[in-house]
């Protein structure tokens, strides 16, 4: 789950520095939505919204089917949220 929330942080952050705004209320996925509204369209963008969709997918899972992960999912969440990390980086420098 703290790789949903940093995430979701990341998300927040790049919001308020494109927009002044972050994304209100539980639905993680309405971050995705508003980082498209507020974020120039471009393939490492899009690219990014992807990472961020996928590492959403799984906190769903993980919270509502109470699905155990295992090494592999957790290493790939891992890389999921670097990429992000990585992209929310320089839009925020």
């Known amino acids: 789950m703290l ?8 998300a927040d952050a790049v919001c308020i520095r494109m927009g002044g705004v972050k994304s209100q209320g539980d639905d993680h996925a309405h971050s995705i939505v508003l980082l ?5 369209d471009t393939s490492e963008s899009r690219k990014s919204f992807l990472q961020l969709e996928k590492i ?3 906190k769903n899972i993980v919270s509502y089917s109470g699905e155990m992960y295992g090494r592999k999912d957790i290493d790939q969440m891992w890389k999921q949220l670097e990429r992000f990390r990585l992209w929310a980086e320089k839009l925020l420098n």
């Not at 790789?3 to 990341?10: G, L, T």
């Not at 498209?36 to 120039?40: D, I």
């Open 56 to 58: 959403i997918s799984h």
């Open 3 to 10: 790789i949903v929330r940093s995430a979701i942080a990341y």
């Open 36 to 40: 498209k509204e507020l974020v120039t």
